[in-house]
């Protein structure tokens, strides 16, 4: 059975970490708290263990896993060689929500976490839980995301608790998790760099600290038809109804209802909470209108709370892809698996 234990408070909590470093070092997974999304973590050098996320999970293998660490010192230990770049994003930007593909160290992590390629991503994560479970174990982590594959990732522990129950021994519980999307991951290996997934440290952040980017836009997605992060291919972060997006504009969105309702339908409605009076049967506030940061902590949390409702369809209202918008933007296409309504359609 799963345990969930409470970190999240002033206790000093030493003998929950040593559980959960125990755990990890005798070869079994833990989930834990990050500032983007609770991820499923083992320790990264045992492939064992390593095979036990893709199992809890459901995930295919040829999806690699990110590896967490806690000091900048012991990337050079699973890395050829650190770019200049590559070591200046890590100064700007660790800890927090930006993984960096390089090229492996062959031989060292299991090979299951790099799905047999030659290159790992890494990352940081910004909070004081993952933190200090990394720093108290000395060993890099795999984590993905800690939900059943093709769910929203978990924002909570219960989130975690709902998917994983009965399948992992532990879950760390410190609260919600800040950014609610998960990290933005770059790939290095190239010349410029690639954005394979936008997350919350944007394009703007990096092209700031690095020079040029590349973020490709959905187009040119399509036309790659080897995805360079193999996760983004699967459906993902998707509730049981299927999910429409729609103009964040009222009369559409009104309209929209109506329409859906006359066909028998119940609607719930994820949208800036100035839109909660157009008569949807549910409604899940993204927080205020143009305030991305809560919108992006909200959508899986929403998503989710789609699926405890009878609603037989799910209306999300689209934002910009300005800054986080783009990683916000990236998820609600792929939850709504790129269908829209239009005005113009009905
Ligand atoms: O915020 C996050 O990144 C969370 C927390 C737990 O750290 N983790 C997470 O992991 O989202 P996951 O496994 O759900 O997503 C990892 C993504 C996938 O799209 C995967 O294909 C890509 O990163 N990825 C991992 N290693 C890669 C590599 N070597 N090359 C290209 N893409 C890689
Ligand atoms: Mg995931």
Not at 68 to 86: D, K, L, P, R, W
Not at 110 to 123: D, E, K, M, Q
Not at 254 to 283: M, R, W
Request: hydrophobic share 40%.
């Amino acid at each position: 059975n799963t345990k969930r234990l409470l970190v999240d408070n002033d206790g000093d909590n030493e003998q929950i970490y040593s559980q959960a470093v125990d755990l990890l070092n005798d070869g079994e997974v833990v989930a834990f708290p990050t500032e983007t999304v609770y991820g499923l973590g083992a320790v990264a050098t045992d492939e064992k263990a390593v095979k036990k996320i893709f199992q809890a999970k459901g995930r295919p293998s040829d999806n690699p896993l990110i590896v967490h660490i806690g000091t900048i010192e012991e990337v050079s230990n699973y890395i050829e060689h650190i770019s200049e770049n590559a070591l200046e994003l890590m100064n700007v930007f660790w800890p927090g929500p930006l993984t960096i593909v390089m090229k492996a160290k062959s031989g060292i992590l299991a090979p299951n976490v790099t799905a047999g390629l030659s290159t790992v991503g890494i990352r940081m994560p910004d909070h004081e839980v993952a933190l200090r479970l990394l720093r108290k174990l000395k060993k890099p982590v795999a984590a993905p995301s800690a939900n059943r594959s093709g769910k929203p990732s978990p924002t909570k522990a219960q989130h975690v608790e709902e998917d994983l129950q009965g399948k992992i021994p532990l879950i760390l519980d410190g609260g919600t998790t800040g950014i609610g999307l998960e990290s933005t991951v770059l790939d290095m290996t190239v010349t410029p760099p690639v954005i394979l997934r936008p997350g919350g440290v944007t394009k703007e952040m990096l092209q700031e600290v690095i020079g040029e980017v590349i973020q490709p836009n959905k187009e040119q997605q399509k036309l790659d038809s080897t995805p360079k992060a193999p996760g983004m291919k699967y459906t993902h972060y998707a509730p049981n109804a299927p999910v429409l997006l729609i103009e964040k504009d009222q009369h559409t969105v009104s309209t929209a209802i109506a329409y859906l309702q006359k066909d028998g339908h119940k609607v719930a409605l994820l949208a800036p909470i100035n839109f909660s009076k157009l008569g949807s049967d549910y409604f899940f506030a993204f927080g205020q209108e143009e305030d991305k940061e809560q919108m992006g902590a909200k959508l899986y949390e929403d998503l989710r709370a789609c699926d405890k409702t009878d609603a037989t369809i799910i209306l999300a209202t689209t934002t910009s892809t300005e800054g986080v918008g783009a990683a916000i933007m990236n998820r609600l296409e792929k939850a709504a698996g790129g269908k829209w309504f239009r005005l113009s359609e009905i």
